[in-house]
C-alpha cells in the first residue's frame, strides 16, 4: 500500500453507482474521491495519475544486489577481456587496432595456430553487442515509458527499473520505487507487449552469443596464443590454466550464470505479480 502520491485504482465493483456506459459497449465508472491520507497525483502539465492498488515496492537493497552483478559482467567482459583479446590479438601479428577490428578475417591473416579472425569477432561481440543491447533496451524503456503514460501511470520509475540504467531507481523516495509490471495487467490493463520480458530476452541473445564466441576463441587459439607458448604454458595443466586464460574463464562464468538465472528472476517477477 502506498501513501501521498498513489492513489489505489479502485476495482469496478468500488466505483460508484450509476455507471454509464460508453458508446463502445464499455462501462465507465467515475472515480470516488481518495481515501483520507491518499491523494492523485498529477504533474505541471494537468496529468492525472492512476496509481495502483497493489504492487513490488523494489527496495534500495533490491537494487544494489541487482547491481553488482549486472554492471560487473559488462565491466569485466567488454572493457577487461574486450581490451585485452583487442590489445593482444593486435601485438601478436603486429598491426594496429583497426586491422584487428576490420581486417581480422581477410586471407591475408589466416595464421597457422592461432584463429585471428576469431579474436575479432570476439571483441566485435563483447563490445558492439554490448551497444546493440544497451540501444535496445532503451528504446524498449522508452516505449514503456509512453505506455505507462498514456494509461495514466507514474512512469518513470518503472522504465528506468526495466532499462539498463536501473542504478539510478537509488534515488528514488520508497513511495515512488514501485514496479508497475508487478502488478495483474487486469488490474492496470497495459498492452500485453509490456509483459514480454523484451530487456530480459535481449540481455539472453547477447550473453547467449558472447559465450559462443568466448568458447570459440578458446577452442580455435586465443589472442595471446603465442605469448603462452613463448612461456610454455601450452603444456600439461597450463594448457587449460594459466593466467592469460582466466579472463575468458570469468567471461564464460558470468555469461552462464546471468542466463541460469534469468528464468528464475521472470518467474519472481510473475508470482510478485499473480
Given at each position: 500500500?502506498y501513501?501521498?502520491s498513489?492513489?489505489?485504482?479502485?476495482?469496478?465493483?468500488?466505483y460508484?453507482?450509476?455507471?454509464?456506459?460508453?458508446?463502445?459497449?464499455?462501462?465507465?465508472?467515475?472515480?470516488?474521491?481518495?481515501?483520507?491520507?491518499?491523494s492523485?497525483?498529477?504533474?505541471g502539465?494537468?496529468?492525472?495519475f492512476?496509481?495502483?492498488?497493489?504492487?513490488?515496492?523494489?527496495?534500495?537493497?533490491?537494487?544494489?544486489?541487482?547491481?553488482?552483478?549486472?554492471?560487473e559482467?559488462?565491466?569485466?567482459?567488454?572493457?577487461?577481456?574486450g581490451?585485452?583479446?583487442?590489445?593482444?590479438?593486435?601485438?601478436?601479428?603486429?598491426?594496429?587496432y583497426?586491422?584487428?577490428?576490420f581486417?581480422?578475417?581477410?586471407?591475408?591473416?589466416?595464421?597457422?595456430?592461432?584463429?585471428?579472425?576469431a579474436?575479432?569477432?570476439?571483441?566485435?561481440g563483447?563490445?558492439?553487442?554490448?551497444v546493440?543491447?544497451?540501444?535496445?533496451?532503451f528504446?524498449?524503456?522508452?516505449?514503456?515509458?509512453?505506455?505507462?503514460?498514456?494509461k495514466?501511470?507514474?512512469?518513470t520509475?518503472t522504465a528506468?527499473?526495466?532499462?539498463?540504467?536501473f542504478?539510478?531507481?537509488?534515488?528514488?523516495?520508497?513511495?515512488?520505487?514501485v514496479?508497475i509490471?508487478?502488478?495483474?495487467?487486469?488490474?492496470?490493463?497495459?498492452?500485453?507487449?509490456?509483459?514480454?520480458?523484451?530487456?530480459k530476452?535481449?540481455?539472453?541473445i547477447?550473453c547467449?552469443?558472447?559465450?559462443?564466441?568466448?568458447i570459440?576463441?578458446l577452442t580455435?587459439?586465443?589472442?595471446?596464443?603465442?605469448?603462452?607458448?613463448?612461456?610454455?604454458?601450452?603444456?600439461?595443466?597450463?594448457?587449460?590454466?594459466?593466467?592469460?586464460?582466466?579472463?575468458?574463464?570469468?567471461?564464460?562464468?558470468?555469461?552462464?550464470r546471468t542466463?541460469?538465472?534469468?528464468?528464475?528472476d521472470?518467474e519472481?517477477?510473475?508470482?510478485?505479480?499473480r
Amino acid at each position: 500500500m502506498y501513501s501521498n502520491s498513489y492513489a489505489r485504482a479502485r476495482l469496478p465493483t468500488e466505483y460508484n453507482s450509476g455507471a454509464a456506459e460508453s458508446a463502445s459497449g464499455h462501462n465507465t465508472y467515475p472515480l470516488e474521491k481518495p481515501e483520507d491520507g491518499i491523494s492523485v497525483g498529477s504533474d505541471g502539465d494537468g496529468w492525472l495519475f492512476r496509481p495502483p492498488e497493489n504492487g513490488h515496492v523494489i527496495t534500495r537493497g533490491e537494487v544494489i544486489s541487482r547491481i553488482v552483478p549486472y554492471y560487473e559482467m559488462f565491466l569485466t567482459n567488454v572493457f577487461l577481456l574486450g581490451w585485452n583479446v583487442l590489445r593482444d590479438a593486435s601485438a601478436s601479428v603486429k598491426v594496429d587496432y583497426s586491422v584487428t577490428l576490420f581486417q581480422a578475417c581477410s586471407d591475408r591473416y589466416d595464421i597457422p595456430g592461432f584463429d585471428y579472425c576469431a579474436a575479432s569477432r570476439l571483441v566485435w561481440g563483447l563490445a558492439g553487442g554490448a551497444v546493440i543491447y544497451f540501444a535496445v533496451t532503451f528504446l524498449i524503456a522508452l516505449l514503456l515509458w509512453i505506455e505507462l503514460r498514456r494509461k495514466g501511470y507514474h512512469s518513470t520509475f518503472t522504465a528506468l527499473w526495466h532499462s539498463p540504467i536501473f542504478i539510478f531507481c537509488f534515488l528514488f523516495p520508497e513511495e515512488k520505487r514501485v514496479d508497475i509490471l508487478s502488478i495483474p495487467n487486469k488490474y492496470v490493463e497495459l498492452s500485453l507487449w509490456t509483459r514480454a520480458h523484451f530487456h530480459k530476452i535481449a540481455l539472453a541473445i547477447y550473453c547467449a552469443v558472447c559465450l559462443g564466441l568466448v568458447i570459440m576463441s578458446l577452442t580455435r587459439g586465443t589472442a595471446e596464443t603465442f605469448v603462452i607458448e613463448g612461456q610454455q604454458l601450452d603444456e600439461g595443466l597450463h594448457k587449460y590454466y594459466n593466467p592469460y586464460l582466466v579472463p575468458y574463464y570469468v567471461a564464460i562464468y558470468t555469461f552462464s550464470r546471468t542466463l541460469v538465472t534469468m528464468p528464475v528472476d521472470v518467474e519472481d517477477v510473475e508470482s510478485i505479480g499473480r
